[in-house]
Structures are given as structure tokens and as C-alpha cells.
């Protein structure tokens, strides 16, 4: 496998998890009063997601089911913090406990990527 590509799709996933993650955040200081730009964060994270499967598309040999699980859990995330947002739900406790199993998801798939750029010597 090509370290550069993985390396590449370690970046993509870095990139939407840190977006989703100040997404995540703000929303949870503030459900009722989302900021207007919230829906085109909402936009950018969904969009940068699917780059990332594009991207695992393409490169075929880097698919594995850890990535698959992974853009699940976003998925599960994002449906979350899109109702808690379009609702301006205060109750965030079903988009808090989504978004930890994203993020335990991210950090597996970051520690097996991790390892395959720096094997132990």
C-alpha cells in the first residue's frame, strides 16, 4: 500500500473529524440559537465525508471495514446534530452519545493508520 494515499486519506478523515467536532461543540453550548452558519458547516463535513469514500473508491486498496464503520458512526453523528440543529432541541444527549462512539471509532481507525505509517521498529 502506498503511504502517500494513506497519509492522504489520514488527513481527510483528520479534517472531518475536527470540523464535526467544532460543529458538535457549538451546537451543544448553544441548541437553540444556532449560528446561520451552521447548515453550511452541516454542508462541508457531509461533503468532506464523501470526498473521503470517493477518495477510498479510487484507491481501492485502501479499503477496509474499519473506514466503513467509521462513516457509519459519522453518519449516525451527523443525523444527530442535524435534528438537534433543525429542531433546536436542547435535549443533545442522543447527538453527545453519537458523536463518542464517532470519535472511539476515529480513534481505531487513526491508531491503525497510525501504525501502518510508523511501524514499530
Given amino acids: 500500500m502506498d503511504k502517500h494515499k494513506v497519509g492522504t486519506l489520514l488527513s481527510y478523515l483528520t479534517e472531518i473529524f475536527d470540523k464535526t467536532k467544532t460543529l458538535h461543540n457549538a451546537t451543544s453550548k448553544n441548541p ?67 458523536f463518542e462512539n464517532y470519535k472511539d471509532q476515529h480513534d481505531i481507525v487513526v491508531q491503525m493508520i497510525q501504525s501502518f505509517l510508523n511501524p514499530p521498529q
Avoid at 451552521?38 to 486498496?61: D, G, M, R, V, Y
Avoid at 451527523?78 to 438537534?84: C, I, N
Fill in 32 to 98: 437553540e440559537n444556532p449560528s446561520p452558519l451552521i447548515a453550511l458547516k452541516l454542508s462541508e463535513i457531509f461533503t468532506l465525508k464523501e470526498n473521503a469514500k470517493l477518495f477510498i473508491a479510487i484507491n481501492e486498496e485502501l479499503d477496509h471495514y474499519e473506514y466503513t464503520s467509521l462513516f457509519n458512526f459519522f453518519d449516525q453523528a451527523y443525523f444527530e446534530m442535524k435534528q438537534v440543529i433543525e429542531k433546536r432541541d436542547r435535549n443533545t444527549s442522543w447527538m453527545y452519545s453519537e
